[in-house]
């Protein structure tokens, strides 16, 4: 099994982290089965809405969201980190998942409610399905994580995790 840990958190070793780090443990997967792509350490322009993307899928922004996408087609399981900001996930998740354009423009398009064995046929993009989770801190309530949540399951779905879970944990701020 491929891990890739998409870390979407705005500083390490905080409540998203510590949370990531008891999945992963759960998981029992040791460090060398999975990879952790730091979205703040990265550089991921926003998309321009340029639209060189409709005819075909390549984006013709050239820079690390095509690291993501590779690593995203060879995982066999997703991890999404993120903590709640002002309602919705953090801004490196909102920015690289402005990029998955050129993924709604290339397989989606035509097919936005793609079952198992559509997405088999028409996604040559992203490979295999896979498996995936969303994990998001909130300081606030657990009424908290509604956006980031719908974020989180579009960023996963158009990585090809069919039905993400959700790990959540709340009030931390308190
Ligand atoms: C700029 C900013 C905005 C935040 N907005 C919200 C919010 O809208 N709702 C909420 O429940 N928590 C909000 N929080 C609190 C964080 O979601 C919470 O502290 C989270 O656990 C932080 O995760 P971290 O320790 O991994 O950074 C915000 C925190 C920051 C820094």
């Known amino acids: 099994m491929n891990y890739l840990i998409i870390d979407g958190l705005i500083r390490p070793n905080g ?18 089965f999975h990879t952790r792509f730091v979205l703040r350490s990265s550089y991921i322009a926003h998309c321009n809405g340029c639209n060189a993307c409709s005819g075909d899928k390549n984006c013709i922004i050239d820079d690390d969201f ?13 991890i ?10 953090s801004a490196y998740v909102q920015n690289a998942l402005s990029r998955f354009q050129c993924l709604f423009n290339g397989d989606y398009k035509k097919l936005p409610f793609l079952t198992n064995s ?7 993009t992203l490979g295999k399905l896979k498996a995936g989770i969303a994990i ?19 960023f996963l ?3 090809g995790v069919i039905r993400p879970e959700r790990l959540t944990d709340y009030n931390t701020d308190k």
């Open 15 to 32: 409540n998203t982290e510590r949370l990531m780090q008891e999945h992963i443990s759960t998981l029992g997967v040791s460090s060398s």
């Open 66 to 78: 095509n690291k993501l996408l590779n690593l995203a087609k060879n995982a066999d399981y997703i």
């Open 80 to 89: 999404l980190a993120t903590p709640v900001i002002f309602g919705g996930t």
């Open 118 to 124: 559509d997405y088999n046929k028409h996604s040559k």
């Open 136 to 154: 998001i801190t909130a300081g606030g309530s657990s009424g908290s994580f509604e956006s980031a949540e719908k974020t989180c399951n579009i």
């Open 157 to 159: 779905k158009m990585l």
